[in-house]
């Protein structure tokens, strides 16, 4: 018995892994739908596409599993866009069902019509068409299977007549989802140790590519005596558990962290596409490794580059390395974290006649949560608390867009982290701002019964875009956000919810808020001034801030200049 098109796509997803597909239905996609819901694929309706791409791709980077998305002809689709460059960037593996109109009608200009094959190449690692039936199956498998394989996004785009058609010579083609090991040659291997047992003063700085990798690199530091900083999306993977450890550089790093990678001769970068080059030593010889050869160098300049998974590669290094006798270049930087990191703590502190900092709000969410809690922040200031102030102990997992930058994720990317880890503590970390783009997805979780707890930084106002403002010396221009109540408004669609404005009710709050069996959102009115400091001072954004104080002052906002140096000084 032959089989349509629609039902061949389902049983593929079946097959290479999904277990669940994010979307809206619609006129093209009905049959597709039809067929998934008889399959073991759960659909799960959002209210708007892009939330649904937030989430799959949340979900794909959690497991390393494959998530699917779906959506009608034209503006359906296209709605993914933004949360398909996320995930691509993420390297998140995921597929899109992209349905479109009839074949015959494509090249018309028929209505809905997109060119879904321009629009979706630079964000995808696969993009192409069902042209006839008998190809179905064989393009989804190479869909699922380079989705996996180059970890991004495979866009599948499916016309509603092909998606109806019967398939006639149906071939067995299935995804395999091969995962070798691969490591550098003996050659290169020998190269690495070379230059970095040449190294007086060796740093290592870590990215995402290491995962699973802490005892090899904390092995490695040991023998060179070298200091690690990691990079943000690192954070959860590398700080716990590690005598080794300078945090982070970067305008959201340490003193330890920045200065560990300017002051050294030879750095060993590992598994990090860190993209601001003003962070890296322009003196010291560099050897990188990484997975993706096109990585290699394209930040900056290296002495040496291999490809290689970190893990392996670090244990075939380890007995080609000399022991470095001389530790003080690793235990000044381990000893100027800790004093950094005391600084930062002794800051976590109720605000001026009890307001409440968003720095101090994160660090009584961070003593409250559960130990394997999964932390999804939104672009701005609450990722960059989370950051600094969640504290990885090698379960918990931070979640943000720190690749590409978008607003509006952390709500929707925690609906895809709960429905992947039900039995975990789930929190969204939301800006008033990202909170309010997406906000239909409230309902989502009302709709689908998932119980995330919510908390809104909400400071009514773009708060890091008004912090670049100010550095440039501007006044704060079209940052201010007019902002409902957003704990009445979560009772009033079913949540529980809850503002708290005073510092003194905050931790009771925080514990009520956690403890709640259901979905729940805690509003609370952050200190709308709280600066984020970076490690480094530089001349610029200092006489911004200067210019921005003498303009507030001129036009009669001396009250905000003295507020904001009293919050931050």
């Known amino acids: 018995m032959s089989k349509k098109v629609a039902e061949i796509l389902v049983e593929v997803l079946e097959q290479a892994g999904v277990k669940r597909c994010y979307g809206i239905v619609g006129d093209t996609l009905n049959l597709f739908a039809e067929h998934l819901e008889r399959s073991s694929i759960d659909w799960v309706h959002v209210r708007h596409e892009e939330a649904g791409a937030f989430a799959a791709g949340a979900e794909a980077l959690l497991t390393n599993n494959l998530t699917a998305c779906a959506g009608s002809c034209g503006p359906g689709s296209l709605h993914f866009i933004n949360g398909l460059y996320e995930a691509n960037r993420n390297r998140s593996p995921m597929v899109l069902i992209a349905s479109q109109v009839m074949m015959n009608d494509l090249g018309f200009e028929f209505i809905q019509e997109v060119d879904f094959k321009t629009v979706f190449k630079e964000c995808s690692v696969f993009c192409d068409m069902i042209l006839t039936p008998d190809q179905a199956r064989k393009k989804a498998v190479m869909a699922c299977q380079t989705a996996l394989a180059k970890q991004g996004v495979a866009v599948l785009i499916?016309?509603?007549?092909?998606?109806?058609?019967?398939?006639?010579?149906?071939?067995?083609?299935?995804?395999?989802?091969?995962?070798?090991?691969?490591?550098?040659?003996?050659?290169?291997?020998?190269?690495i140790a070379k230059i970095l047992n040449a190294g007086k003063k060796i740093t290592i700085y870590a990215g995402s590519g290491c995962e699973n990798a802490l005892e090899e690199i904390r092995a490695v530091a040991d023998v060179l005596k070298a200091p690690v900083a990691h990079t943000s999306r690192a954070k959860s993977f590398l700080e716990h558990d590690n005598p080794f450890n300078v945090g982070m550089t970067g305008i959201l790093g340490s003193k330890a962290g920045y200065n560990a990678i300017l002051d050294c001769d030879t750095l060993l970068l590992l598994g990090a596409d860190f993209a601001w080059r003003q962070f890296y030593p322009d003196k010291a010889k560099i050897v990188q490794i990484d997975i993706d050869p096109t990585h290699l160098g394209r930040r900056h300049h290296i002495t040496f580059g291999a490809v290689g998974d970190i893990k392996p590669t670090l244990r075939a290094l380890l007995p080609c390395l000399e022991e470095n006798d001389d530790a003080s270049f690793q235990e000044e930087y381990v000893g100027r974290f800790k004093e950094a990191m005391a600084s930062w703590k002794s800051h976590l502190v109720p605000g001026h006649n009890d307001t409440i900092p968003g720095s101090y709000l994160t660090s009584v969410i961070n003593r409250y949560a559960d130990d394997d809690a999964l932390i999804a922040g939104d672009d701005g200031t609450?990722?960059?608390?989370?950051?600094?102030?969640?504290?990885?102990?090698?379960?918990?997992?931070?979640?943000?867009?720190?690749l590409h930058g978008t607003m509006a994720t952390a709500l929707s990317s925690a609906l895809g982290l709960k429905k992947a880890a039900p039995e975990r503590q789930v929190i969204a970390m939301c800006g008033d701002g990202g909170l309010s783009m997406l906000f239909g997805e409230l309902l989502t979780v009302i709709q689908e019964d998932i119980p995330l707890k919510i908390v809104v930084f909400d400071n009514n106002k773009l708060g890091f875009v008004e912090i670049e403002q100010k550095a440039e010396g501007m006044l704060d221009t079209f940052t201010r956000l007019k902002n409902p109540d957003f704990g009445k408004v979560a009772e009033a669609i079913g949540l529980w919810g809850k503002t708290v404005r005073k510092a003194s009710e905050i931790e009771a709050a925080v514990q009520e808020w956690l403890a709640q069996p259901g979905p729940a959102l805690l509003n609370v009115p952050v200190n709308p001034l709280e600066l984020v400091k970076p490690p480094f001072v530089e001349l610029k954004p200092v006489l911004g801030m200067a210019l921005y104080s003498a303009r507030a002052i001129l036009h009669g906002r001396g009250a905000d200049v003295l507020e904001l140096a009293r919050e931050n000084f």
């Open 158 to 191: 499916v016309p509603v007549d092909i998606s109806h058609a019967e398939v006639h010579e149906d071939f067995p083609y299935r995804v395999h989802h091969s995962k070798p090991t691969i490591t550098p040659n003996s050659e290169e291997i020998d190269e």
């Open 382 to 402: 609450p990722i960059v608390w989370a950051i600094r102030h969640i504290t990885a102990n090698g379960k918990r997992r931070i979640f943000g867009s720190l």
